[in-house]
């Protein structure tokens, strides 16, 4: 009794009501027709594409910086890796590792500017972070209009300028991970063994930062600064290196992203893409100033889970094609549960 009493407290009841209720929509899913391998097979799929923009909370969480809502800044820097990739003209594996570095300079560079700014706001950043993130997007709005890139993949139509609103990315490294290793299973069930290794390796290389000496001077920052400068930790430094890591997290998850979606989303494309990351690791059990590696893993897979099986089984209760209203719904319903999480918790504190 003891240890049920221990487990609800540690879960919290929101995400034990959650993971029942995906359960349920498992069990429920054969009686409705839904083929439950097929929804196995995207849920791990949409799993991937995700958990790393979600890892990419960690750190700034960790270093007292808030939710980072200004992910779209290192969402920018991943689409800058990759059209400039294309441009170039690398494809599959070497074309994906190009993309990667590219984007992790663009990351370096964006972090610290948005690092830097953070500094100055200190007790307003996640306002900030949203004011960074969608004023962001509207300026690469005009970047691509501009950008002076000539690969027809990408440009409007023939002698054209500027570039189209989703470039794909098939002849290039379309789902380069996914299909590395990948385990199938029957007709339907397909596990993206090479995503999951490579989010894998990042969370390990996270989890590896956080042991090192300046993860844990960072951890001391967000926990307690005053004793951490009292110990003589550069405060405004380990902020920023968070927010780099964060903001090259972010770069480096929507190149996973799109080589699983299959096209690369620019102008809106990352306008609302912070809120689903936020909102996942704080279903997954992580606040505003603590978060780990077990909050992006449990979070994501649940989120990604009831927005992968709701609206197939709905669908197939009412016998209508509702799915895209279904899922912008659930959506959305999950992103104002998980803040109303932050609005508390700053309440409290």
């Excluded at 409705?32 to 979600?54: H, P």
């Excluded at 990408?154 to 996914?178: A, C």
């Excluded at 290794?197 to 005053?226: E, M, Q, R, Y």
């Excluded at 709701?310 to 998980?338: C, F, H, K, L, W």
């Amino acid at each position: 009794m003891n240890r049920i009493k221990t487990f609800i407290q540690d879960a919290g009841w929101p995400r034990i009501i959650i993971g029942l209720f995906l359960i349920a929509l498992f069990i429920a899913a054969p009686s409705v027709k839904v083929r439950v391998d097929t929804s196995l097979s995207d849920t791990f799929t949409r799993f991937g594409m995700n958990a790393v923009m979600v890892l990419a909370m960690v750190p700034m969480i960790q270093a007292g910086c808030g939710l980072n809502f200004g992910l779209p800044l290192g969402i920018i820097a991943g689409l800058l890796g990759a059209v400039l990739t294309i441009e170039i003209g690398f494809t599959g594996a070497l074309g994906f590792l190009t993309a990667i570095i590219i984007a992790s300079g663009f990351a370096l560079i964006f972090g610290y500017g948005y690092g830097v700014l953070l500094n100055r706001v200190k007790g307003d950043e996640m306002m900030i972070a949203t004011y960074v993130g969608f004023s962001s997007v509207a300026f690469m709005c005009m970047v691509w209009l501009l950008v002076p890139l000539k690969s027809p993949n990408m440009i409007w139509g023939y002698g054209g300028s500027g570039l189209r609103t989703t470039i794909t990315v098939e002849d290039y490294w379309l789902k380069i991970l996914n299909d590395f290793l990948a385990v199938k299973i029957g007709e339907k069930f397909v596990f993206p063994t090479g995503m999951f290794l490579f989010c894998a390796l990042l969370c390990l290389i996270i989890w590896a930062f956080f042991k090192t000496k300046t993860g844990t001077a960072l951890t001391a920052v967000g926990s307690n600064p005053d004793f951490a400068r009292a110990s003589g930790i550069k405060i405004n430094k380990m902020r920023t290196i968070s927010v780099v890591l964060s903001t090259w997290l972010g770069a480096i998850g929507i190149l996973v992203y799109q080589q699983s979606f299959g096209f690369i989303q620019l102008y809106m494309g990352p306008f609302y893409m912070a809120f689903p990351a936020v909102a996942a690791i704080l279903i997954g059990g992580a606040s505003v100033n603590k978060a780990s590696i077990s909050n992006v893993l449990i979070g994501t897979f649940l989120f990604q889970g009831i927005l992968t099986m709701t609206p197939s089984v709905i669908n197939s209760v009412i016998q209508t094609d509702m799915s895209e209203v279904i899922r912008i719904i659930v959506s959305n319903g999950m992103i104002i549960y998980a803040l109303t999480r932050v609005v508390k918790a700053r309440a409290v504190k």
